[in-house]
């Protein structure tokens, strides 16, 4: 038994700043749900990746456009849970104008805080970070990692100079 049981003592104004953050993060990940960004279609695209996650019913479909090795324009739609498109709107901030070496460091460090969650987010994640809450659930952890497979996916296809490709999650 606590000290607090034993005293009957409670302090209800303590911040609870563990919460504060969880609403927090709510709210982002509502946020990039209703207002996706990069939401559009590129006419122009030189990859289309699509991704599927039977677990959850999640879809992504994302339009690259490079500029040599570097992803110069992504857009990405999709529909399903709140957590796999949130995700592919908070990726597609991060990754915009970045280089493919860079893309993969950050998927690396992405994947890292989802499957080996330990209170801390990197930095250069942006509003990723607020994703990290589904890494206490195991099937919510591929809603989170769809986007960046498939991304993964159309990198892979950029690099071998094909167009299209689709994915299913296992
Ligand atoms: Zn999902």
């Not at 104004?13 to 709210?27: G, V």
């Not at 994302?62 to 090795?69: I, Q, R, T, Y």
């Not at 080996?116 to 659930?137: M, N, R, V």
Request: proline share 4%; aromatic share 6%; charged share 25%.
């Amino acid at each position: 038994m606590g000290w607090a049981q034993r005293t009957g003592y409670s302090d209800v104004r303590q911040p609870q700043p563990e919460l504060e953050l969880d609403e927090l993060y709510r709210e982002l990940i509502l946020d990039h749900y209703k207002s996706p960004r990069h939401h559009t279609k590129l006419a122009h695209a030189d990859v289309v990746a699509e991704g599927y996650n039977p677990v959850c019913g999640d879809e992504v479909e994302m339009e690259l456009v490079f500029a040599g090795d570097t992803l110069a324009e992504i857009g990405v739609i999709g529909r399903g849970c709140s957590i796999s498109q949130a995700s592919g709107s908070m990726m597609s901030e991060v990754v915009q104008g970045k280089d493919i070496a860079e893309i993969r460091r950050l998927s690396g460090e992405f994947t890292r805080m989802m499957t080996e969650p330990d209170g801390t987010a990197p930095a250069d994640l942006g509003d990723l970070e607020a994703l990290q809450g589904a890494a206490k659930f195991a099937a919510r952890v591929k809603c989170a990692t769809l986007a960046w497979h498939t991304l993964a996916d159309g990198i892979a296809q950029h690099e071998k100079g094909d167009g299209v490709v689709r994915r299913e999650e296992a």
